[in-house]
Each structure stands twice: as structure tokens, then as C-alpha cells.
């Protein structure tokens, strides 16, 4: 069963860039059919898609953070990584990796990191 | 955009009984692409219900999904202790949106 590990730094300053990587265990992250993607959630508030990566490196974002946000993959590694620059206040978040199933699950997320918390703070 | 809507915010009910929890969109989409997940404190979401009414692995069977269009009802036949919790739908398509959630409290 795979398994996703998200790493990085819990605490960055305003104006700063976050940079997360996500470790995937148990199962290539060159398998198709699958998007690796990014999820944040605010605190006491609901799921916010960041955006995903295909294996090729097809990236897609969302349009509300599409400016600021990359994503990549190291296929030799087996991660794939966050970068999120101009970081304010409102980016506080806990910040999940997850896989997105296009044909097992029909666009659903199976798999999951345990999520780590990321704060914007001086 | 499309918008997901879920009601109640909130669902207070006692363990044994009934859940029905509503999901509607803002303009139709496909129930090959709808999704519940579960999430609990501390916890990151889990699949429940994919395509609408498709159980995932290891989900008990008094977790059911249906619906079409824009309306779609997760229903939890009879609640266990362990089944309150926040609950989401989600859509994929050309962007992924989710609800806003349902949170399902203890009466």
C-alpha cells in the first residue's frame, strides 16, 4: 500500500518561499494514472486543492494560487515537491500530499499524507 | 467554478441512528467524478465513497452513496461512535473543489 510523507520547514517568514517535499513509499510515483498533489486546509476550515503533477511532469494548478505555486517531481527519488513564494498570514495551513486516482477511484484522492502544519509568522 | 454546498454545517445526531448529509452543486456534474471523504481531529481525510456510491476498500457497507446532476446524499444507515467526524464531498474536473463540509456531532 503506498504511502505519502510530506517534510519541510513548520514555521517561515512573510515573503518568503515555502518549499515542501512529499515522499512517496510503497508503490513508484511513476505509475500512470495518477496525479501527485498538494491539499491545504486552514485551520478550522475545509480542503483547498492546491494542484497536481503527472509523472511526465504535466503540472495543473489552481487558479487562485496558480501565480504563486510549482510543483515538481524527482522520479528518481520517488518525491515530489511544493514551492510557494510570496507567503502571507492567510497561508497558514496545514498542508497535505496526496495521491489523486484517475482510474481506480475516478479523480479521487486514496492515499494521503498525515499532513504537516505550516506557519507564516516573523 | 463549480461550487459544492453542503448541509447541515452541522448534524447532531445519536449513535444508532440515520445520517443523511447533502451535497449540491452549482451546475451539473458527473457522478463518475464525485467523492466523500471522512476526516477526523488531527487526522487527514479518508475515502469513502467514490463515483458517487462506490464504497473504497474497507469501508462498511452502512456508508452509501447516491445521487446525480447536481444533488448528491452520502447516508449512514445506522451511526457507530466512530463515524462522527467532518465529512466532505469533492468533484474533479476541470479544477477539484470540495464542499465546505458537514460536521456530524454527537446529540
Known amino acids: 500500500q503506498v504511502q505519502l510523507q510530506e517534510s519541510g520547514p513548520g514555521l517561515v517568514k512573510p515573503s518568503q518561499t515555502l518549499s515542501l517535499t512529499c515522499t512517496v513509499s510503497?508503490?513508484?510515483?511513476?505509475?500512470?494514472?495518477?496525479?501527485w498533489s498538494w491539499i491545504r486546509q486552514h485551520p478550522g476550515e475545509g480542503l483547498e486543492w492546491i494542484g497536481y503533477?503527472?509523472?511526465?511532469?504535466?503540472?495543473y494548478y489552481n487558479p487562485s494560487l496558480k501565480s504563486r505555486v510549482t510543483i515538481s517531481i524527482d522520479t528518481s527519488k520517488n518525491q515530489f515537491s511544493l514551492k510557494l513564494n510570496s507567503l502571507t498570514a492567510a497561508d497558514t495551513a496545514v498542508y497535505y500530499c496526496?495521491?489523486?486516482?484517475?482510474?481506480?477511484?475516478?479523480?479521487?484522492?486514496?492515499?494521503w499524507g498525515q499532513g504537516t502544519l505550516v506557519t507564516v509568522s516573523s | 467554478e463549480i461550487v459544492l454546498t453542503q448541509s447541515p454545517g452541522t448534524l447532531s445526531l445519536s449513535p444508532g441512528e440515520r445520517a443523511t448529509l447533502s451535497c449540491r452543486a452549482s451546475q451539473s456534474v458527473d457522478s463518475n467524478y464525485l467523492t466523500w471523504y471522512q476526516q477526523k481531529p488531527g487526522q487527514a481525510p479518508r475515502l469513502l465513497i467514490y463515483?458517487?456510491?462506490s464504497r473504497a476498500t474497507g469501508i462498511p457497507d452502512r456508508f452509501s452513496g447516491s445521487g446525480s446532476g447536481t444533488d448528491f446524499t452520502l447516508t449512514i444507515s445506522r451511526l457507530e461512535p466512530e463515524d462522527f467526524a467532518v465529512y466532505y464531498c469533492?468533484?474533479?474536473?476541470?479544477?477539484?473543489?470540495f464542499g465546505q463540509g458537514t460536521r456530524l456531532e454527537i446529540k
Open positions: 503533477i503527472f509523472y511526465s511532469g504535466s503540472t
Open positions: 510503497g508503490g513508484s510515483i511513476n505509475s500512470g494514472g495518477y496525479y
Open positions: 469533492q468533484d474533479y474536473g476541470t479544477l477539484i473543489t
Open positions: 496526496a495521491r489523486l486516482s484517475y482510474f481506480d477511484t475516478n479523480g479521487s484522492f486514496d492515499s
Open positions: 463515483g458517487a456510491s
